[in-house]
């Protein structure tokens, strides 16, 4: 038994959890906990000025080290900050520990100012939500989150800590982690169902999906494309880097228009969905982006992913490192080698090498435009990279050609958009740089995604990470007005603009502490970019763009 308060309990749990990071914003009704974070030097605090900042910053963190972090906010306005970044959260399927002070139990019965109860708001988001009640049942309550947490599909919770629990003081036994073994593999009938159906295919196609980052099994999913000779693309939402773009089988990302998903996969006679919510699509379309008869096999460690939407032939809920690890022997006996090298040369003129050599030939024909053509600017930006660079992308329009130039060798490579909501990028990248200390960290982002979380290059500046924001500058939202065209077919654009004032992102950037150059011509941008990265310090470039309407 040990006799401690509330407060000191649930800090000294986190770390006991392996927490190291433990984001946040505080007001009042953290006090309790924020009096003893100094006690806890092994729980790294880092303030965001804005609870949505927060939570993206935990969020990037748990992205890229894979690994638990906490986050604390302000009762219901901050958790209310804090939602559009948690639904991000819920789709990069972070494990996060998200936890918001309030008032003491009995207190909030008299309404007093920021009360609210929690637990409906954050529940929707979030694996499990729940109000401790005593201080004695912080033990179980930590415990049983973090495994929930860290369990697949994993994914953020949210636990209310009451003024008055944290200040109890009470005798508790700490309790321990627990951790669960989920590296599951199919039967040995599946896998033989499943090396048959990809041995009889003629034309198979994978489609790569975030596990296999998560779950680092990129050599694994390799060699099954080389033993096949089968057509790799990666996941409609780039939620990371999910294959090898140098890989011959490699084919580049599906879009989520279903017209184009939909030609790309007539051309095969099987699909195997590795790890992947399969077809995940955006904008509505009468027409399914899965060709009818194509059959399909599922792998993936999240079952409610498995046969969601569309007709699955065998659906697997397993590891896909560990289904791989078993695959792969069987079928290293029985595939035939020759066809399936006949078949990845085939792809060799069509893969993502020769659309990258086509796609540098368009981008170079626009090395003199003004404004800036944003696919010169990504062709540029792809070959100023440092090594070992980690490209964080919310550059919607200006970022369409992206993934057409830029190599991703690792899991960790690439961090893009998770559930549609903007805002992750600027303070999304801060996590991340505190995930993958010692990797410069790049990020693309639109001018108007970038104001969703602006507040995050103060903490960028506060903990001196190594990252070089390019702010893909069009003065506007393009997307949203080129919609407007192609869907309602009008132009008349009613707050797309962010003109008048024009948004000055260079003193945005010097008045949180940044140092920021701006880039007109496209000559400069090679030069600017190899300065900004060299600098190793947090900074921006301010990159002008044509806005895709005449300016
Ligand atoms: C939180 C949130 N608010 C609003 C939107 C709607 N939205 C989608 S794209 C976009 C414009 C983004 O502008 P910018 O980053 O400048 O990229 P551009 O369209 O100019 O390429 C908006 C407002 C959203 N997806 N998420
Ligand atoms: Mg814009």
């Known amino acids: 038994m040990t006799r401690i308060t509330g407060r000191r309990a649930f800090l000294q749990l986190l770390a006991d959890e392996g927490v190291t990071h433990l984001f946040g914003n505080p007001g009042t009704t953290e006090l309790a906990i924020m009096e003893v974070v100094p006690d806890f030097p092994q729980l790294k605090f880092v303030l965001g000025l804005q609870e949505s900042a927060v939570m993206a910053m935990a969020d990037g963190f748990c992205r890229a080290s894979g690994r638990l972090a906490a986050a604390n906010v302000h009762v219901m306005p901050g958790l209310g900050n804090a939602m559009g970044a948690l639904y991000n959260a819920k789709f990069s399927g972070s494990p996060v520990i998200l936890t918001a002070g309030q008032q003491e139990q009995g207190h909030g019965l008299l309404e007093p100012l920021l009360y609210e109860p929690l637990v409906p708001v954050a529940q929707p988001l979030v694996k499990w939500a729940v109000e401790a009640t005593r201080a004695a049942d912080l033990p179980r309550i930590l415990h049983r989150a973090a495994k929930i947490a860290l369990t697949p599909p994993t994914g953020p919770v949210f636990l209310s800590l009451p003024g008055d629990v944290l200040d109890e003081e009470v005798d508790v036994d700490m309790g321990r982690p627990v951790r669960l073994h989920t590296e599951t593999q199919p039967s040995s009938e599946a896998l033989k169902k499943i090396s048959d159906l990809l041995l009889a295919a003629k034309r198979p196609v994978i ?124 079928l290293r006996q029985r595939a035939d080698r020759a066809l399936a090298a006949g078949r990845l040369s085939e792809l060799k003129g069509k893969n993502w090498t020769a659309q990258r050599d086509k796609a540098r030939v368009d981008a170079m024909m626009a090395a003199e435009t003004s404004p800036i053509d944003p696919l010169y600017l990504m062709l540029r930006f792809t070959e100023s990279l440092p090594r070992d660079a980690v490209v964080v992308d919310e550059g919607l329009v200006s970022t369409y050609s992206l993934p057409k130039f830029l190599p991703l060798a690792g899991p960790k490579d690439y961090y893009g958009l998770a559930s549609g909501g903007l805002g992750f990028a600027v303070p999304g990248a801060v996590g991340i740089s505190m995930a993958l200390p010692g990797r410069p960290i790049a990020v693309m982002v639109g001018d108007g995604s970038a104001m969703y979380g602006i507040q995050g290059l103060w903490t960028a500046a506060h903990e001196r990470l190594p990252i070089t924001y390019i702010v893909a500058n069009n003065r506007g939202y393009r997307i949203i007005k080129e919609r407007l065209v192609a869907f309602r077919k009008t132009d008349r654009f009613t707050g797309m603009d962010l003109r008048d004032p024009d948004i000055d992102f260079v003193s945005l950037a010097a008045s949180f502490g940044l140092s920021a150059r701006r880039v007109t011509d496209p000559q400069d941008i090679a030069p600017a970019l190899r300065e900004a990265f060299a600098s190793g310090a947090p900074n921006v470039v301010d990159v002008r763009v044509a806005d895709g309407f005449g300016a």
């Open 207 to 330: 489609i790569a999906g975030q596990e296999l980052a998560q779950r680092d099994a990129f050599a694994e999913a390799a060699e099954l494309a080389e033993l096949l000779g089968a057509a790799v693309y990666q996941s409609s939402v780039p939620y990371s880097a999910q294959f090898p773009t140098a890989h011959p089988a490699f084919m580049g990302a599906l879009t989520r228009q279903q017209k184009q998903v939909r030609g790309a996969l007539e051309a095969h006679d099987l699909l195997l969905c590795l790890g992947a919510d399969l077809l995940r699509m955006s904008v509505y379309s009468p027409l399914e982006p899965l060709p009818g008869n194509l059959p399909v096999i599922h792998i993936s460690e999240r079952a409610h992913e498995l046969g969601k939407n569309y007709r699955t032939d065998l659906a697997i809920q397993a590891d896909v490192k560990a289904t791989l690890l078993s695959l792969l022997p069987l």
